[in-house]
């Protein structure tokens, strides 16, 4: 029964609330109030802090969220090896990756990835926000750039170079910039991240970092979205090369500015430190450092 209250709390503390926790494991508000009135009581400690509108952790909910995350990670792992076997790669797999990156690149390697290993499932969460990875309880995460979390553990896969580029069409209609500052004045598809755009684009002009505000008419959360803004010739993007690189190539969308580009970002995976890695789980890994080196 500690192991559902356990589980219990972390969807509470991922979804938000008591009544979408319980939504989400088919439980009435009266069985999950008395289900976390008998955890705390368990622990003699109160874990969350409740109005009539949000949630927020107590100190002893924050530990007990690391704690938990270990332990019932820990106990899949066991169950997965009694069931399946120390040497098969099998079970469930939750991961998260930026929305552009994952719909048109770790898609097609996790088709491939379960192709090849049948008794894995993938659960995908895809998104441009920050993800607290633990208290999702994902198995791990694809992310860009330095992290400041250090309960994390890193593998480089790649560096990640941010391309200026924009449609043919828009292009013709509107010329090619050909310095950083000719941005301000051209349409630029911005990217939100929480509650601000990135309108502030970083360039290397004569040996040193420098930033060129810029400003356009669509703005969004969504990577794939501004992509594809881009492609249907609605102004200027700056994309990580995995995300468009293929349209490079293909003549869909025309680098621009390159001389002036920073140096380039880290892509990396990243997981929990106090998590288990399933065999399942590292070989997912391999497989994505494999493709992206390649």
Not at 153 to 178: E, H, M
Not at 199 to 218: N, Y
Not at 282 to 292: C, G, N, Q, S, T
Request: glycine content about 8%; hydrophobic content about 45%.
């Amino acid at each position: 029964m500690l192991i559902d209250n356990l589980s219990l709390f972390l969807r509470i503390v991922e979804k938000g609330g008591l009544a979408a926790g319980g939504r989400e494991m088919g439980l009435s508000p009266a069985t999950v109030s008395e289900r976390l009135a008998a955890l705390e009581a368990h622990y003699g400690a109160r874990l969350l802090n409740r109005t009539t509108r949000s949630i927020s952790l107590t100190e002893e909910g924050r530990e007990l969220v690391a704690g938990a995350q270990r332990l019932l990670a820990e106990t899949e792992e066991l169950e997965a090896r009694i069931r399946l076997g120390v040497e098969r790669i099998a079970g469930p797999i939750r991961l998260s990756a930026p929305s552009d990156l994952g719909r048109n690149r770790l898609a097609r390697v996790v088709n491939r990835f379960l192709a090849a290993n049948p008794e894995v499932s993938i659960d995908l969460h895809l998104g441009d926000g920050y993800v607290d990875v633990a208290a999702m309880g994902l198995d791990m995460a694809l992310r860009y750039g330095d992290l400041a979390d250090s309960s994390l553990i890193v593998k480089r896969l790649a560096g990640s170079s941010r391309i200026v580029c924009a449609a043919p069409a828009y292009l013709q209609r509107n010329g090619i910039p050909q310095y950083p500052q000719d941005l301000e004045q051209h349409n630029c598809l911005l990217m939100r991240f929480g509650m601000d755009a990135d309108r502030a684009w970083p360039f290397e002009i004569d040996g040193r970092r420098r930033v060129v505000t810029v400003q356009g008419d669509r703005v969004a959360n969504d990577g794939d979205l501004v992509r594809r803004w881009a492609l249907e010739g609605y102004g200027i993007v700056r994309k990580s090369q995995w995300d468009v690189m293929e349209d490079i190539e293909a003549g869909r969308l025309v680098p621009l500015l390159r001389e002036y580009e920073v140096p380039p970002l880290g892509l990396q995976v990243v997981w929990p430190v106090a998590r288990i890695q399933p065999k399942r789980v590292r070989a997912l890994i391999d497989m994505l450092a494999e493709d992206f080196q390649s």
